[in-house]
């Protein structure tokens, strides 16, 4: 079911894209969408945020499951009450994939919550930091630009190690999406992207 951000009766957690979020209430329930565009034996990342109900009626654990293509990639304990992010691998056979994410655990009256779902594009060279910045160490700023033309500026200057990419987390900051601002340095830490609405992509 679609929840909205902050709904009380849900425990009031707070999504991290949007205004709304996922739950997956009871055992099994599951959400799939075929994701076309693979490229087969390429690796990719699936980012998914997840955290479980605060007020679950039932106790006991929330657990979630995720599958590509029916083989599983993921099978965890959630015990946060906060999103978090997480991150999994998986090789895509097909052009074609089913990704599959579904609650785990006994029966009961528990929900897992799973927002801002991506498979970032595979750029070669480089690894995508969702809500990730560096802070100051711009070196140049370009507007609507896409991640692989930002890539292909920052491979061809020897100063560049990273840049930053305007995506709309609903910040009113100063970045735009489709912002391409390279960047002197990849350390990203205390940087939250979601309060800047960028992403970062680091020189591998
Ligand atoms: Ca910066």
């Known amino acids: 079911m679609v929840i909205t951000t902050g709904n009380g009766p849900w425990g009031s957690t707070q999504g991290v894209s949007g205004n709304h979020f996922f739950g997956l209430q009871r055992n099994a329930a599951s959400i799939k969408q075929t994701v076309g565009g693979h490229t087969v034996g390429g690796t990719y990342n699936l980012v ?37 992010r997480r991150a999994f691998t998986y090789t895509a056979d097909n052009a074609n994939v089913e990704i599959e994410l579904a609650a785990t655990g006994a029966d009961g009256d528990r929900t897992v919550f799973v927002d801002a779902i991506e498979i970032p594009e595979n750029l070669p060279g480089y690894r995508r930091d969702i809500a990730g910045c560096v802070h100051a160490s711009n070196i140049e700023l370009f507007h609507d630009s896409t991640q692989r033309a930002c890539a292909e500026r920052c491979d061809v200057d020897s100063g560049c190690v990273a840049f930053e990419f305007g995506v709309d987390y609903g910040a009113s900051g100063r970045y735009q999406p489709s912002d391409c601002q390279l960047q002197s340095s990849a350390d990203s830490s205390d940087c939250d992207g979601r309060l800047f609405n960028l992403d970062l992509y680091v020189k591998e």
């Open 48 to 84: 998914v945020h997840v955290a479980r109900r605060t007020n679950n009626p039932a106790s006991g654990e929330n657990g979630l499951r995720v599958t590509a293509d029916g083989v599983e990639i993921a099978n965890s304990l959630v015990t946060n009450t906060e999103f978090e």
